[in-house]
């Protein structure tokens, strides 16, 4: 009996192998049949199953991660990517797809590492082109760090709502007037142009535009009006790729003429413009010199990179489609990446189109340049509330000028929380100029502190925070420019006293001004609120109330951290720098430097340490030491917790012991990388 079960046994671990072999392979599989089916996202999450199933199959997560960055869910992309980032030989270009990723989630001061490190490593043939790609990309996120601060307070960007966007793709808006809109959408399967009317401050349902011509097969989409209302350009696209891609998917452009009140059967443009095998799309025309002008996007042979702009004119006095032959609009405008979606004021003679070639805060960037035909200025970035980390294009004003429409799949202040879908984004000029003020106070006698440092950030829908101001103040009162409908959080800091903060949502379209006064407590002293002293009223703000004392909590369980089997040896100090853009002093600390990512508490940030002061913590994790050389301060750090999950519970148990002011901070690889949330 013993033999037979001892032979039953081995028979199983012999198995064991085969059967883990065997479910990878079948994930492998499914996820091929799901990429085929055009079940994309499925295919990506099936993937990257069979990948933690069995993690020497590296191809199985690259495979995961191309999906996602077709689809643009750059987070899970980057996460696909991350594994392999450093292995360009055997998947080409991955490092700078995982940095692109990276930035398009606004991840930017991780993104500029990686842009660094990817290009020192590449040994290819095209590395002199590759080098000016890398510098035009670390520009941008130079930029889009930059860019909160200098946004366009006189631009309110609104989503409008379920008449025109859904979960699907919505793109092409072109403005008929103020209150009618043509836009094009996937919501039926393939796309099609549609049209809504605005009643007040509702758009209705989109339909399909009166009397509009049947077109049977493939995508029509990307309608743009001729200026006498006489002619409707728009593309015919293949059909036959399941994911539509505005850029990538292959388009033709065709014409439909008004006869009376009926539109004619389309036509289609020459073979000189729609050159087989290419793309063209995008159509925008225009009126000139009696002449129509049409520009559009473009793969054909004789262009600068991937997509650029042309344009090509017929004479307006005859009702053919004999336009000249098509003409690149040049080096300034076009570049080695992609130029597409023009819209052209003539009014003002400004060419506004977007651009992933050009320095950008994330992949398109809408830009505007002065000029005609072949002559234009040097193209500028239109920044914030216009772009984002996202894509961005489609930019078209209305004919009043006072506003207009552009696409993007950025998040939005809960109401678009995913970048796989885009929608259609309505902006109006003379926006509301909104700020966060306050008054900082010393908790215990409730005078005004003097000199304080503010932090404001911007929390994103998952949580993550981005720092967009930090700034000193030297009487008590802080007052920064804030955007509205975005989720924000303000730290307060003052030397000798525990850091304090609070969060607001600029959702509430009858304020203007945000703000609440902060109490400080000094370090060491009772958690006391005295009667605040007398402040104007700030509309829109919630005062503090005094916090009830905590009964003392028991230690959290912790989970035991992975770490190496012989750990590295306490250091000697040495001196290193933070890789938070935000915080660039040099500190000088004994920690050890752990490989991979791993979390500390900051507790506080003293003159004079003493370790008695935060011994009712120690019981939770080694106090450690940073000192920031420049200004002889000492980070006192909670460390170390090797899981976010771990690193939030003790979080929680450090604020509920008095550190009400402590805060996550992220390490990788030894290096320390900024708050979390």
């Given at each position: 009996m013993i033999r037979n079960l001892l032979f039953i046994l081995a028979a199983l671990a012999i198995l064991a192998p085969s059967a883990e072999a065997q479910s990878w392979r079948k994930l492998k599989k499914?996820?091929?049949?799901?990429?085929?089916?055009?079940?994309?996202?499925?295919?990506?999450?099936?993937?990257?199953?069979?990948?933690?199933?069995?993690?020497?199959?590296?191809?199985?997560?690259?495979?995961?991660?191309?999906?996602?960055?077709?689809?643009?869910?750059?987070?899970?992309?980057?996460?696909?990517?991350?594994?392999?980032?450093?292995?360009?030989?055997?998947f080409p270009l991955v490092g700078l797809k995982y940095a692109r990723c990276l930035k398009q989630d606004g991840q930017y001061d991780r993104a500029i590492q990686e842009f660094e490190t990817f290009m020192q490593g590449y040994t290819g043939d095209t590395r002199e082109i590759l080098e000016e790609i890398i510098r035009v990309e670390i520009a941008g996120c130079r930029l889009g760090m930059e860019a909160p601060a200098r946004a366009n307070r006189d631009l309110e960007v609104l989503l409008p709502g379920e008449g025109i966007n859904s979960d699907k793709q919505e793109f092409a808006p072109f403005p008929i007037t103020d209150d009618e809109l043509y836009f094009s959408s996937t919501v039926n399967g393939s796309a099609k142009i549609l049209v809504s009317k605005r009643d007040g401050n509702q758009w209705g349902k989109g339909e399909t535009p009166r009397n509009f011509p049947l077109i049977q097969n493939g995508h029509f989409c990307n309608a743009a009006m001729a200026p006498d209302g006489n002619r409707i350009y728009f593309t015919v696209c293949n059909d036959e790729e399941p994911v539509w891609n505005d850029v990538k998917t292959r388009c033709e452009i065709f014409v439909t003429k008004r006869v009376g009140a009926q539109w004619s059967q389309p036509e289609r443009l020459p073979d000189y413009i729609n050159t087989a095998g290419v793309v063209a799309t995008h159509p925008f025309v225009v009126h000139q010199r009696g002449q129509e002008m049409l520009y559009f996007s473009s793969n054909r042979e004789g262009g600068r990179g991937g997509m650029d702009i042309?344009?090509?004119?017929?004479?307006?006095?005859?009702?053919?489609?004999?336009?000249?032959?098509?003409?690149?609009?040049?080096?300034?405008?076009?570049?080695?990446?992609?130029?597409?979606?023009?819209?052209?004021?003539?009014?003002?003679?400004?060419?506004?189109?977007?651009?992933?070639?050009?320095?950008?805060?994330?992949?398109?960037?809408?830009?505007?340049?002065?000029?005609?035909?072949?002559?234009?200025?040097?193209?500028?970035?239109?920044?914030?509330?216009?772009?984002?980390?996202?894509?961005?294009?489609?930019?078209?004003?209305?004919?009043s000028r006072k506003g207009g429409f552009l696409t993007s799949n950025r998040v939005f202040a809960g109401n678009k929380i995913v970048t796989t879908n885009e929608d259609i984004f309505e902006f109006a000029k003379g926006g509301r100029r909104m700020i966060v003020k306050g008054n900082v106070y010393d908790r215990g006698s409730g005078n005004p502190i003097g000199a304080i440092t503010v932090r404001l950030y911007e929390v994103m829908n998952d949580g993550r925070e981005a720092e967009l101001r930090s700034e000193r103040f030297s009487d008590g009162r802080y007052s920064f420019d804030i955007l509205p409908n975005r989720q924000f959080r303000v730290e307060v800091e003052a030397y000798g006293y525990q850091t304090e903060g609070y969060a607001f949502s600029s959702d509430n379209p009858e304020v203007f001004a945000y703000g609440q006064p902060t109490f400080l407590q000094q370090e060491g002293a009772p958690a006391t609120v005295p009667d605040p002293p007398a402040e104007p009223e700030v509309p829109g703000r919630n005062l503090p109330t005094a916090p009830a004392e905590p009964a003392e909590p028991t230690a959290p369980v912790i989970s035991q951290p992975t770490v190496p089997a012989n750990p590295p040896a306490p250091n000697t100090p040495y001196v290193t720098t933070s890789r938070d853009p935000n915080d660039n002093n040099e500190y000088q600390t004994s920690a050890t430097r752990h490989s991979g990512t791993y979390y500390k508490v900051q507790l506080a940030a003293v003159g004079a340490f003493s370790p008695e002061r935060f011994s009712n913590v120690a019981d939770l994790g080694e106090v450690q030491t940073e000192l920031i050389l420049a200004r002889s301060l000492n980070r006192v750090m909670l460390a170390d917790f090797f899981t976010l999950e771990d690193a939030r519970r003790v979080l929680a148990t450090v604020k509920s012991r008095g550190y009400e002011g402590a805060y996550l901070i992220e390490y990788i690889d030894g290096d320390r990388y900024g708050r979390v949330r």
């Open positions: 499914e996820a091929e049949a799901a990429y085929e089916r055009g079940e994309w996202l499925t295919a990506a999450q099936t993937y990257d199953e069979a990948f933690r199933k069995k993690r020497k199959k590296e191809d199985l997560t690259f495979q995961a991660g191309e999906i996602y960055f077709t689809l643009r869910d750059y987070r899970n992309a980057a996460e696909a990517y991350r594994p392999i980032k450093d292995k360009n030989d055997e042309w344009f090509a004119s017929r004479d307006l006095g005859l009702d053919d489609n004999d336009f000249s032959f098509p003409i690149n609009l040049g080096p300034v405008v076009n570049t080695l990446g992609d130029e597409i979606t023009p819209f052209y004021n003539r009014e003002d003679q400004v060419l506004y189109f977007s651009s992933n070639g050009h320095v950008s805060i994330g992949g398109f960037d809408v830009f505007k340049a002065n000029g005609d035909e072949v002559s234009w200025s040097q193209p500028e970035n239109m920044g914030m509330p216009v772009n984002s980390s996202a894509d961005d294009y489609f930019f078209a004003l209305n004919p």
